[in-house]
């Protein structure tokens, strides 16, 4: 194995059945085709990574364009992962969801939803306030925030309402079902974080 990890694209979930039967949901990951871009070495570098690009795009800038152009090709996304340094890939080699084959679990890296302005009850689970005994308007209220006389301010990191979502999220442990190295697909048990569509970093796990 050259290379621990690639680029891939939520698909979408899906169910499928195992071999006795059982429901497994999981969720459809487009794992590659990504493509080398750079290789790293511990002599010229300090360590040994590969670089690899995703997502072909006209929009990137002259930089960046000169910095892929040995690849061939111009990616909106880069990402770095672990290598061999006793087999390392070419620059322009592809690298494809075969790499999964003999893999049993991942780490899945993405961007989670963004749910915007979001209320206590909603971003943390909160229970709210009385239903009854004249409480007309503490029905999703988040309750007290802290003493008046002592400390007599809010603690930072107090959980209130605020920004929820849209934040770097990452899943250990997900089991790789199954790997379809004719379309580049894999399926990955449970969910992901991520709408369907975006992008995210599968790093093998040992």
Not at 23 to 49: F, H, I
Not at 81 to 110: C, H, M, R, Y
Request: glycine share 14%.
């Amino acid at each position: 194995m050259t290379i621990k990890g690639i680029i891939a694209k939520k698909l979408g979930m899906s169910i499928i059945y195992d071999d006795n039967g059982t429901a497994l949901p999981v969720t459809v990951v487009q794992a590659g085709p990504c493509t080398v871009t750079q290789v790293k070495t511990l002599a010229k570098d300090g360590y040994d990574s590969v670089q690899v690009g995703f997502s072909e795009s006209k929009n990137i800038n002259k930089p960046q364009a000169g910095h892929q152009e040995r690849s061939g090709g111009k990616f909106s996304i880069l990402q770095e992962f672990e290598s061999d340094p006793s087999n390392e890939p070419e620059v322009g080699q592809l690298i494809t969801s075969e790499i999964f084959s003999e893999v049993k679990k991942v780490k899945v890296s993405g961007t989670s939803k963004g749910r915007g302005f979001s209320g206590g009850v909603r971003r943390y689970g909160f229970k709210g306030g009385p239903k009854t005994h004249g409480q007309s308007d503490r029905h999703r209220a988040i309750g007290s925030i802290g003493a008046g006389s002592s400390p007599g301010r809010v603690w930072p990191g107090q959980k209130m309402p605020g920004h929820y979502g849209n934040a770097k999220s990452t899943v250990k442990g997900l089991r790789v079902v199954k790997v379809d190295s004719a379309n580049n697909i894999i399926l990955i048990k449970g969910a992901i974080p991520g709408y369907n569509g975006s992008p995210l970093r599968v790093d093998i796990q040992s």
